[in-house]
């Protein structure tokens, strides 16, 4: 592990909001300073000077696709939550830049805290180090007494930094002011115990980047297991089904085979008809010219209907012929085992 202070951080600078070109620069400690510190009037928010803590692939225009790695840890308090003088004891434990934003007030603070990091961070990690980020914030929100468990509840859903900030392709403003008397406030800050140990030396965000990368592993995981199969609902396939029998002559065909029918030409003939129960049901296989089915008795019978009915009265009919079979069987028992007993004691 390099133990040596950084002196150079990866920075991108944008002319206004909608630049795209990026032109890769680094930046010194002192001209972070220099750069971050100083305000600047500015009538359209639009037009004011951005810039990004990013490390860009070569080739590559803004956005979160390209970031290679960051090199800053940027915050943007804006709910109102912590003041100016919270953020201070939160980061002033390492060298740190602060200054207010486009919006800030002397009664809504609204600003922007600047970290440089130790070393860069992957852009794939950074989600892990700015959870750890939302933690440390919302622990040190109310730095003067200790958290009761409902406030502690509370705070997890309260966003004292703004999300947003997690997009490792996210540009930021320098300072700017829409007057010269609108109210300001900038500084930055070395601790003279460590002045070189900038923010990341040790890895406080350990934790948070394991379990990140542990949910990442598991969702890799899910995404490349097969998907599960769907049952389609009762309804659909039934009507997939009826559909079959309608269109499709191969399930036309199958269909007459199964009831017993025979194949003539392109009829199947000889199934056993529904209601007067004569072995005179047919239907044309091919249902381009008809679909239905009818009994060749059209006098005495005259039954004709889909194919479906066909089926589902047959599947009946054979649910109550295997019931009166086995109920004659229970009978022809019983008579067996009467006239066994009666033998018996007549002997």
Known sequence: MNTEPPDLWAVVPFAHTYAKQVNQKHATWGRLVK??????????????????PAQYIAGQTRGSAGVRALSCLVLDYDSGVATIEDARRAWGSWPGILHTSWSHTEEHHKFRVIMPLWRPVPAADWPGVFAWAESWTRTTATPDKPMTPEEYRQAKWIKTIDPACKDPGRIFYVPAVRSEDWPRHAESWTPADRPGVFLGRFVPWQRHLDEYRERQARREARRAAPPPRRRRKASVQLRQELNQLRTCPSTRQALGISLGGKITGDQVRRVVCPRCRRPSVWWVINPESKTTASCD???????????????????????????????????????????????????
Not at 35 to 52: E, I, N, Y
Not at 309 to 331: F, N, P, S, Y
């Open 297 to 347: 008795h059209l006098n005495s019978c005259g039954w004709y209907g889909q194919l479906e009915e066909l089926q589902h009265t047959t599947m009946r009919r054979g649910g109550e012929d295997d019931a009166g079979a086995g109920a004659a069987a229970g009978v022809a028992s019983n008579g067996s085992a009467t006239r066994g007993r009666r033998g018996r004691s007549l002997g």
């Open 35 to 52: 750069t971050l510190t100083t305000f600047t009037v500015h009538q359209d928010k639009l037009k004011v000077p951005a810039w990004s």
